[in-house]
């Protein structure tokens, strides 16, 4: 390297055997940062879906617990209230046995007291009712889904055939058995049992966290029937 000057100018010229200061990357380095920066952004995004599917989970049992509560709550009042009758057959308790979807089910309908509204939402609303109403459960598969549906009418004042709605969106499982004073069965007929049962069990069963849970709620018919 040599150096000249001229007019107070320097010159700096490089000779064979000197180096100038590298600026950038070399393609192997990019590659390098690249195959990192991918590896890092891969274990970002994988825990945050992560913790999305957990968020979702939860969110799916505690869904699955409220609807639940107020299935349960809904069972025991209106198992409290069944009607039966002997000499009427429109007033009925049933238990029907069923094997569906690879799990033992049941179908359940009876005819129940429920409140009456007032006379003023009846005006308003262009109704009647009698507080008794023919109420059924029943498993059904919807949108490749199993779902409890239920479905009530009035015993004397609805005509058309009641469509069934969702009870309980989050369940694999609806079994209801009936005590009759000394063992219990999963089959129920006012019109061959010529009465109620002395207590009425109802179990669910729905995937949590990938778990199968299992709950069950007891009610027994205190509305005497002839």
Known sequence: MCVTSSNNRFTVAAGAGS?????????????????????????LYGSYFSVVKARERAAEGMEARRELGAT?????????????????????????????????????????LTPVR???????????????????YELIEKNKKIILARKEQDLFFDFQAAQP????????????ECYDGSKWVKSWDTALNAKLPKLVRV????????????????????????
């Open 165 to 176: 709605y969702p009870q309980m969106e989050h369940i694999s499982s609806f079994l209801v």
């Open 19 to 43: 180096r100038l200061p590298r600026a950038g990357f070399t393609l192997l380095e990019l590659l390098i940062a690249l195959v990192l920066l991918a590896m890092l952004m891969t274990a």
């Open 72 to 112: 349960f709550d809904l069972l025991r009042r209106e198992i409290a209230s069944s009607l039966y009758n002997r000499n009427d057959k429109r007033l009925h308790f049933v238990v029907e046995d069923r094997d569906n979807f690879g799990k033992p089910t049941s179908n359940l309908e009876l005819t129940t």
């Open 203 to 226: 179990t669910v069963q729905f995937d949590e966290n990938g778990n199968t849970v299992e709950f069950s709620v007891l009610s027994a018919p205190k509305v005497t029937g002839s």
């Open 118 to 136: 007032s006379d003023r939402e009846l005006r308003n609303s262009g109704t009647s009712e009698s507080g008794i109403r023919v109420v059924r």
